[in-house]
């Protein structure tokens, strides 16, 4: 453990004027809080927030987020209390030490400890507005914890193996994506680097072996590319410092996953780095370095003209360096590379015991209010969470309105995302869009530097189908919201009437004061929430009248034909399935009495029911019977599928796989580079074909599938 001497001393090398006695007063507070208690190796607790204070000062951070890193532990581990922390060292620290000691308790990872897994989801989504909170309120929070966070990993070894495990899945999940996120990008390597070690070792050790035989067959690659880069320099006349790197073994290895390489076929796997003085020379020794070296297409991104919302800019080129291999060159002034290293923390960082005055710093207020800004309140914790993952934790690209405004938005994003970034009205009115003059799909992923203009159309509305095109949360929520408000009076209508029709079959009369009575006592706030969501199937009637008769419950469903998959029909009652829409088992369905045919099964949202609402009289609320049923129930798939040979057969292959009969297939379309078909397959329920849907769209040679509804047959 480094003396209070040597803290201090760390402190004067950036800060000459801070505030020694109170260091020391709050270095002798905390160990004599912590006097008597142990870490896991064996070491005094002291030790790590001692540490955690010496990687602050590695940031050049503030006497008061110094002194929260001192006393961090205290008042959740040891008998101290905000009270005296704030009568000794002032309400700043107090506010921070009280800051980190709320969230060290929360439960940030995916992993539930609940039995239940919606309360576990609940309580991670109430935790990460928790995190928010505190990001908002003062910053420097999370900076204590993220440097508590590091130690801890870098001391992990003396951990349960389980224990092991559950921090570094955590790290990798939450903690490291955070650090990048804030433009801390060395903590975030080294972070996941540690938890890489945790989680699989094999790997790890496995790519640090090639690296090794490849300095062993190649020579030192980076100092022969070092010196090269410096040669070209000299000889322009430009004065820089170069930095030369191998990437970390797991950038190596998450990047082996995402191409599906091995390691001998990675490029660029070293990185190089050239600080100059001026902005203008940054863009000089780009042109050197193009002039010298071959450039990678689609390889160069410049956050200089287009920096990233944490402050971070630099230039960005891959390049086919020496012996053809692909190397990486960031360029960038000293300053921009003070707030490369310390991201959204160089905001508060010393220098010559004043604040670094650091023009390409951002303000900690700003970056936080773009981070939140886009976190619509909802009471759907699955919404919130896919929000701020998405949101929070993803890659940038920039994009450029056709007036040449600047949108960003998380790699992967797609025209609709683009939409609904600029206004949610243009997302819920988008029909197409244009990528560099081009008309293209609204699932197309966007690449840095393209225009974007969305065509709109009035009376466009969102479509279910938008939510697996779009990739923000942003965009997803708003998509829900829309699709909720246009259901919800569909669904408040066909409650209404499927509640009529449950209560005259036990001779009862529904009223508004019954719909009130039974919507209560289910905890619902009034009939029309009740009748919404009867009409959604996410309440039967069966259950209202239940709970308001209890007497009449066996009177709800008549004796039921065991041939038939179906429940809510009266005996000897013909029934079939609709052709226009092809309801299967798990899906929510209404029966239509048809004149001589008996009733036909619908699902809820057919377009054929439409033409139907002014016919109350002849629907019926039917369920399917629980259980397994048969994969007897036909269902028609379009697909557009790559004009390639043996594709149309792995198509098959793949749906009798999952057990699914091909019953019908004929071709739509045949052109030269696509083919698109109808295939007619039999399934069981819902479940199973949503899972051949899935199975589907994830094959490479399968550009679209959906399930197909045709109204011509309706009956």
């Keep these: 453990m480094i003396t209070p001497d040597d803290l ?51 940031m050049r951070l503030d006497d008061a987020t110094i002194i929260t890193a001192l006393l961090h532990d205290t008042i959740e581990d040891t008998r101290s209390t905000y009270t005296e922390v704030q009568q000794l060292f002032g309400h700043e620290v107090a506010e921070l030490v009280d800051g980190v000691t709320k969230l060290t308790n929360l ?84 972070l996941e680097d540690l938890a890489f070690r945790v989680l699989n070792p094999e790997a790890r050790n496995s790519i640090l072996r090639r690296f090794i035989t490849l300095q062993r067959e190649t020579g030192d690659v980076i100092a022969r590319i070092t010196a090269d880069i410096r040669f ?31 390691f001998s076929r990675l490029s660029d796997i070293y990185g190089f780095r050239i600080i100059v003085d001026h902005v203008h020379e940054c863009y000089d020794v780009l042109g050197l370095i193009h002039q010298r070296w071959r450039a990678v297409p689609g390889r160069f991104k410049d956050y200089i003209s287009q920096p990233k919302t944490n402050g971070y800019r630099s230039i960005h080129t891959t390049v086919s360096g020496r012996d053809g291999k692909r190397v990486e060159v960031q360029i960038r002034t000293r300053e921009m590379h003070e707030v490369a ?52 934790y993803a890659d940038q690209v920039f994009c450029f309105t056709p007036k040449g405004d600047v949108v960003q938005l998380p790699k992967g994003a797609t025209p609709l995302d683009f939409s609904y970034a600029i206004h949610t009205r243009l997302g819920n009115a988008t029909v197409s869009a244009k990528v560099d003059g081009l008309r293209v ?82 905890g619902l706030r009034g009939p029309n929430e009740l ?43 013909q029934f079939r399935r609709a052709l226009c829409c092809q309801p299967v088992p798990g899906e929510r369905i209404v029966g239509i009495t048809y004149r001589g045919k008996g009733v036909v099964a619908h699902t809820i949202d057919c377009g054929a029911l439409a033409a139907l609402e002014d016919q109350p009289e002849r629907w ?52 030269p580079d696509y083919f698109r078909i109808s295939v007619e397959i039999d399934v069981s329920d819902v479940e199973h074909l949503h899972r051949i849907l899935t199975i589907l769209s994830a094959e490479s040679d399968v550009a679209q599938v959906f399930r197909a509804r045709d109204l011509a047959r309706q009956p």
Excluded at 29 to 48: A, I, L, N, V, W
Excluded at 154 to 163: A, L, V
Excluded at 554 to 562: F, I, K, N, Q, S
């Design 8 to 58: 201090v001393a760390l402190i004067r090398n950036y800060n000459p004027t801070t505030d020694e006695a109170l260091i020391r007063r709050a270095w002798t507070y905390g160990d004599d809080m912590h006097k008597g208690q142990m870490r896991h190796s064996g070491e005094p607790y002291f030790t790590h927030p001692v540490a955690v204070a010496s990687i602050l000062t590695e």
């Design 107 to 190: 439960q940030l990872s995916s992993e539930a400890k609940s039995k239940e897994p919606q309360s576990a989801q609940a309580k991670q989504a109430e935790n990460f507005r928790k995190l928010l909170m505190a990001m908002s309120r003062d910053l420097r929070v999370i900076l204590v914890k993220l440097a508590d966070r590091l130690h801890n990993m870098r001391t992990i070894r003396s951990m349960r193996p389980d224990k092991q495990a559950q921090k570094a899945r955590e790290t990798m999940e939450i903690y490291a994506p955070l650090a990048g996120r804030m433009g801390m990008q060395w903590m975030r390597e080294e």
């Design 232 to 262: 070209e320099l000299e000889k322009a006349g430009l004065d820089g410092t170069v930095y030369g790197r191998a990437k970390k073994p797991y950038s190596v290895w998450r990047k082996m996953q995402e191409k599906e390489l091995t």
């Design 341 to 392: 290293e310390a991201g959204v923390a160089a905001h508060w960082s010393y220098k010559d015991g004043m604040r670094a005055v650091n023009p390409f710093a951002i303000d900690p207020a700003k970056w936080i209010e773009g981070l939140t800004a886009r976190l619509d309140s909802t009471e759907d914790h699955d919404e919130f969470l896919e929000h701020v993952k998405l949101d929070m």
């Design 441 to 522: 799909p609204l699932w197309t992923r966007l690449r840095n530097g393209q225009q974007v203009e969305i065509i709109t159309a009035d009376g466009q509305r969102p479509q279910n189908s938008w939510i697996e095109l779009v990739h923000t949360g942003r965009a997803k929520a708003a998509i829900r919201r829309s699709l909720r408000e246009e259901d919800r009076e569909r669904f408040i209508k066909l409650g209404r009437e499927l509640s009529r029709v449950a209560f005259e079959r036990v001779g009862r009369r529904v009223t508004e004061k019954a719909l009130d009575t039974a919507g209560r006592a289910l």
């Design 531 to 573: 009748l919404e969501k009867i009409g959604s199937a996410e309440i039967s009637a069966r259950a209202v009248i239940q709970q308001l008769y209890p007497e009449t419950a066996t009177m709800v469903e008549p004796e039921v034909d065991g041939a038939r998959p179906v429940v809510g029909l009266d005996p000897g009652v």
């Design 620 to 671: 019926i609320d039917l369920h399917w019977l629980e259980g397994k049923h048969a994969a007897v129930h036909g269902v028609r798939l379009e697909l557009t599928i790559t004009n390639s040979a043996g594709v149309l057969g792995r198509v098959c292959s793949l749906i009798g796989e999952q057990k699914a009969n091909i019953s019908d297939l004929h071709f739509l379309d045949k052109k």
